[in-house]
């Protein structure tokens, strides 16, 4: 069964550092793979999402995700933390050929951001 | 531009009480699902719907059913509280069916059982 696994469950940042959420997934061939993002006392929203076309993929806000297969990784970058970027952030991982029921979801990271 | 909207967003129950929390959406979605958020363990699929009077179960399904009889309604029922299922509870829907279809999701409803 596909699994994804987040290293960190909390990180913490500087105001204009590097942000870098890590994501590693387990499947045999390669999936799509989301980023979603959670606001306080918000419901989740989509940042990015890999389905198989080019293996940098741009989000909202400025994040991208870079997708590794040899590294079977997909991890978040950002170049310049914003005091807004603090939240909590899902990876998530469906196989192909499968239904957005068997959407499976990380733990979460959550990033804080200090002035 | 409503989207996900559920109600109520705060709630407390006692031990075996009943409750419904309602979802309801204005996209037009087929495609809709129940998670439970709870501390160190993500979303966890609890019951979904790929149409109007067409559920299924996911992963957490005991305690909780479901029914779909409109596009836009999908609402969770609790049927005798338990502590276990104090929970930040999230619908969601999706246009498509597929695995690569990305889900909106609603505020969430904060639920806790004493």
């Known amino acids: 069964a596909q699994s994804v696994t987040q290293l960190g469950s909390h990180v913490s940042v500087s105001e204009g550092a590097l942000v870098l959420l890590r994501c590693n997934y387990s499947s045999s061939v390669p999936p799509y793979l989301f980023w979603y993002v959670q606001y306080p006392n918000q419901g989740l929203q989509l940042l990015l999402k890999y389905t198989s076309a080019a293996t940098l993929v741009k989000g909202i806000n400025g994040f991208e995700a870079e997708f590794k297969k040899s590294e079977t990784s997909f991890h978040l970058t950002k170049p310049s933390a914003h005091m807004s970027d603090a939240a909590e952030y899902f990876c998530a991982v469906s196989e192909r050929n499968t239904g957005f029921q068997k959407l499976v979801f990380g733990t979460g990271t959550r990033l804080l951001v200090s002035p | 531009n409503a989207g996900v909207t559920q109600t109520p967003k705060f709630q407390v129950l006692k031990t075996g009480q009943s409750m419904t929390l309602q979802c309801a959406q204005d996209m037009n979605h087929e495609y809709m699902s129940w998670y439970r958020q709870d501390p160190g363990m993500g979303l966890r699929l609890i019951h979904y719907?790929?149409?109007?009077?067409?559920?299924d179960q996911g992963e957490v399904p005991n305690g909780y059913n479901v029914s779909r009889s409109t596009t836009e309604d999908f609402p969770l029922r609790l049927l005798s509280a338990a502590p276990s299922q104090t929970s930040v509870y999230f619908c969601a829907s999706t246009p498509g069916a597929g695995g690569n279809s990305p889900l909106h999701f609603g505020n969430g409803t904060r639920l806790t059982v004493t």
């Open positions: 719907s790929v149409g109007a009077g067409i559920t």
